[in-house]
């Protein structure tokens, strides 16, 4: 008996005039990690969500532990014992951790009154029993993205669910948080739960799943037991295209000091000395969230370091007047700092050119309409152009960013994170795009928590390690992660 | 000299009533993240439905009228705004500009006059009128009206839900988040109802007060206090405190220009004019206020 079967579901949107799923199945056994892998915009997510009762499927069937439901709403899917890890935070930012946990199920004083104390209490214990280290009452705005995903997690096993969908939950980890993730995981495996795990990552499924189903174009393509796979048939299966022939290439020809770190310190990080030149990508692989996110404010200028200099063009990063200069960024925070979710495909794809076109022009809206298609196009971004941004699927959120940033010729490009959010093929792809910007010239700094990413892209490495930098080897394509895990114990 | 300071106190406080009560009701729609605009015309509608069901069936029958009337009107209004996907803000303008007509029309059908309706019998009496002489406490507490008590009791059990029940936690985090409180199996939608229900018999209390105060239904009776309120949420960032501080800040400007209208030898119009005056230059000095400290955070 299956503890979640998912049958012949359809699924597609009128509004924006998509099929999202059509005749997908799903079965889950109990006591089984069943990771559901697929392309961007395969339907994963929409699976997820039928699933988890946030959204009615057109047709099909859901049974649960044998009997037929229909889940009218998420409160019936999670009675069921259905928990989700959503994709996208869905945390209130101004409430705790604590009261985010407990929505919907809050604790009371004399049945009337919010019971703060006993539901941080109850969010504590929680996070003891799991390991987790997020403060029950801290404020989610406050927290960095893993503590978030834990907040999240924690959120999805406070009910006691005993069927759990995580939808690509360690897109924003690191390796040791995801380690213990996966531990998480194992664990409640072995006390009998079922657990369906969206991921692109071809290791991180073979690492821990039994048994794997294919998505492609909204229909399940096949089921096997991850046993049979590796890396490379996997990655053939999610989108056959000879996807895993990535790695490195080209050459990297150094030549003037474009981003420039000078002692600099802010918060848990530094001092920092880095040089980044036109023509080399440097790659920084990060475990630790918060030195990360520190030094990506740095290189951005969206902080000011508060000791030594951070500079630009010669410039420090308070002078540097932007628009002189072509400087691409790509944030870990897509959607808040890299888009506008509420505006247009069109109008965010073409953010970064508007200054181009004189009025008339842009009245007209046929240069830049051909020119937003051309660039979705450059990076296959799927979607449609007048539909507000929050329609598209997370890979297609960063490939609308890297084609936005990475257009033009960058003299400068700080990347954090590229892969994220992304399947094996469009990953090729965008690492190629940054590769071509560094062989035009570009500066580029990478950082990322996915070592594959300074593996592949990097021609010098750093590790950053308690807020300092230090030198690897980027050739050692393995060492890299035994380093960044062993760096931490 | 000696009897102004509870005097002022005692007009601030029955000022303060239905500002307060239509200020906190409008603060939980903000929390949804959807502030209700139609504060005003909704505190019309309350008053209205005071004298019109109290009337025929007494005070305290109007007393419910007065609150469930705009409470229902209010949960149309948003019912309306969800399910034609239209514009709130603009829903909100159109209340404001439908209720003060259709009391019209109703007051004519129902008194036979487009104008003032005055009934003595709904004019509320004051708390302890034996007790007025009492030091301080007699003018300032004793000597309110029942009915602007009546306010400010619901308002305190408003901004009690706001920030203590699990009620006030998840009209934030709708208002937050939506896709927070549709993952813990709540509707954000039904939150947004009940936010904007609230706020309309929050109004409604207010429009009560107005009305039982002078025993009347007079047209214009809100005279701008919905428009206030909404100036006080602003002025008070979205909080609770402020928003209180706020209203009581308002409530003492109105008080000193009642006051000074006694004074012979001060032009009473201007003076009547003064709180609103005083409200526009807030609202500008607080967004020139607020434009800097955005302008300061991101440089």
Redesign the interface.
Known sequence: MDALALVGIHKSFPDTGTVALSGADLRVARGEIHALVGENGAGKSTLARIACG?LAPDRGGIEVRGSAVAFR???DA?RAGIG?V?QY???????TVA??IS????P?RLG???DSRRAEYEAAMLAQRYGFSVPADAVVAALGPSQRREAEIL?AMARGADILVLDEPTSILDESETRTLFDLLRRLRAAGAAIVYISHRAREILDLADRVTVLRDGVALTTLAAGQLDECGLAELIAPTGACASGRDGASAPGQPVLQFLGAEAGPLGPVDLVVRSGEIVGVAAFAGNAMDTLEDLSAGVRLPDRGTVAAFGLSMDRLRRRGHRIAYIPTDREGRGMSLRSSLRDNVLAGRLSGYSPVEYAARKTPHADALALAKSMDVQGHMAAPAEALSGGNRQRLVLARELDKRPELVVVANPSQGLDPAARSKALGAIRKARDQGAAVLVLSQDPDDIRDLADRAFVLYRGKLKPIDSEEAGGLSALLTGART | MNSFLPEVAMVTIAALAPILAAALGGLATEYVGVLNIALEGLIMAGGFAYVAVGGTWGPAAGMVAAITVPAVLALAQDGFARKARADAFVVGLAMNMLIPGAASVMSELIFGTKGVVALSALASGTLAPGAVHVPVVGPVLFSQRWSDILALLASAVVALGLALTPFGLRLRAAGMKPESVELAGLSPGRLRDGAYALSGAACGVAGMAMAAAIGAWVPNLSAGRGWIALVAIYLGRKRLKGTFLASLSFAALLALATLAQAVPSLPAGLLGAVPYLVTAVAVILGSAARGQYARKIKA
């Open positions: 946030m709403s998420r409160r999670e989700l959503p935070s869905m945390l209130a930012e101004g409430l009261q985010n929505l919907g199920h809050e009371r009337l009154f919010y959120r």
